[in-house]
C-alpha cells in the first residue's frame, strides 16, 4: 500500500474534486483490486482499515507536534430503519423509611465516562452504540433538530488535518467520545490543548485531559450551573479556533460526501464517512505540504 498516496495526490491534482465513492475505487484500482463492487467493499469493508491508510499521511506532519486539537460531532442521516432499543430492566423499588444500623447500601455503579478513563479506547469504543438510530442536537442558531442515522466525531489540528474520526449511532452523546478519541489523538500526535462546546462539559472529561498534562477548554454548560462565569478572556481566544472542526464538516458535506448516503448498515456508512475524511486529509496535505 506504499504507493497509494502517490496516486491520490495525481488522481486529486488531475481531478481537483472528486466524491468519496470514486476515490475508493480508484484508489482500490491502482493497488491491484478488482474492479467488482462486492470484492471492492471486502477491500476496504472496515473503518479500521480505513485508519491504517489514514494514518500513513500523519508521519512525519508536523514533526507530530500541534497546539489545538478541535473535537466535535457532525449529524449524517442514514436512508434505513432505526434500530429497537432494548429495554432498560427495573430497578426494584427502594424502602421507604431511614435505612437500618446494620444495612449495606448499595454501590452505585460508575458513569461511562469515569470507566473510559480506565479502559483502552478500542474497548470504550466497542461498547457504544453503532446501530442506526435517532439523535437530536442543537444547531449553531440554538435550534434543536432530530434525524435518523449516525454521527461522525472529529478531530482535527489547527491547520484542519483530521487526526481522529469514530462512527457511532446517532444516539450517542457526544461527551462519551471525548476520553477514548483524545487516547487515539494522543498517540498520533503531541498537542498542549483540547477544544470542545459545551457538550463535552463534564468534570470526568476535565480531570483526564489535566492528568495527561494538556489543558482543556471547554464552553461552560449553564444547564447545570447558572451562574457558572464564562472562560477567561485568554481562553475565549484560544477557544475561537474551535470553528476550523466546523468548517472541516463543511467542506465535507459541501464537496466531498455525496448528499444521500444510499448504503445501509454501520460498516457500509462508514466507507463512506472515512473515505471523505481521507480525501479531506489528502487535500489538506497537498494545500499545506505539497503544492
Same mark, same amino acid.
Given at each position: $500500500? ?16 472528486? %466524491? ?29 482499515? $480505513? ?33 429497537? *432499543? ?65 454521527? %461522525? ?14 462512527? *457511532? ?7 462519551? %467520545?471525548?476520553?477514548? $478519541? ?56 484560544? !477557544? ?16 466531498? %460526501? ?15 464517512? $472515512? ?12 494545500? !499545506?505540504?505539497?503544492?
Amino acid at each position: $500500500m506504499d504507493h497509494i498516496p502517490k496516486a491520490w495526490i495525481s488522481f486529486i491534482r488531475a481531478r481537483g474534486s472528486l %466524491l468519496p465513492c470514486s476515490w475508493v475505487f480508484r484508489a482500490a484500482v491502482y493497488n491491484g483490486c478488482s474492479n467488482k463492487p462486492v470484492l471492492l467493499f471486502k477491500y476496504f469493508h472496515t473503518s479500521v482499515q $480505513m485508519f491504517h491508510i489514514w494514518c500513513s499521511f500523519l508521519t512525519g506532519i508536523c514533526n507530530g507536534y500541534v497546539y489545538h486539537v478541535c473535537r466535535d460531532s457532525s449529524a449524517n442521516a442514514g436512508r434505513e430503519k432505526a434500530a429497537k *432499543t432494548a429495554k432498560k430492566d427495573k430497578k426494584p423499588p427502594k424502602k421507604r423509611g431511614r435505612p437500618g444500623k446494620n444495612e449495606v447500601k448499595p454501590v452505585k455503579e460508575p458513569a461511562v465516562i469515569e470507566k473510559q478513563a480506565l479502559q483502552d479506547a478500542a474497548a470504550s469504543i466497542g461498547e457504544l452504540d453503532k446501530a442506526c438510530s435517532w439523535g437530536c442536537k442543537m444547531n449553531s442558531q440554538g435550534h434543536g433538530y432530530t434525524w435518523k442515522g449516525y454521527k %461522525l466525531h472529529l478531530d482535527v489540528s489547527d491547520l484542519g488535518f483530521p487526526l481522529t474520526a469514530v462512527v *457511532t449511532a446517532a444516539n450517542v452523546h457526544d461527551s462519551q %467520545l471525548a476520553i477514548p $478519541m483524545e487516547k487515539l489523538t494522543e498517540s498520533k500526535v503531541v498537542f498542549c490543548y483540547s477544544l470542545m462546546d459545551s457538550g463535552y462539559d463534564a468534570q470526568a472529561i476535565d480531570a483526564f485531559i489535566r492528568s495527561c498534562g494538556r489543558i482543556p477548554i471547554i464552553d461552560p454548560n449553564k444547564r447545570n450551573d447558572k451562574n457558572r462565569p464564562p472562560l477567561d478572556p485568554a481562553k475565549q481566544e484560544r !477557544y475561537k479556533i474551535r470553528t476550523t472542526v466546523e468548517r472541516s464538516y463543511s467542506h465535507l458535506k459541501d464537496h466531498l %460526501l455525496p448528499k444521500n448516503i444510499f448504503v445501509k448498515g454501520h460498516e457500509k456508512v462508514s466507507l463512506v464517512l $472515512m473515505s471523505a475524511v481521507i480525501c479531506l486529509s489528502v487535500l489538506k496535505h497537498l494545500q !499545506y505540504f505539497v503544492c
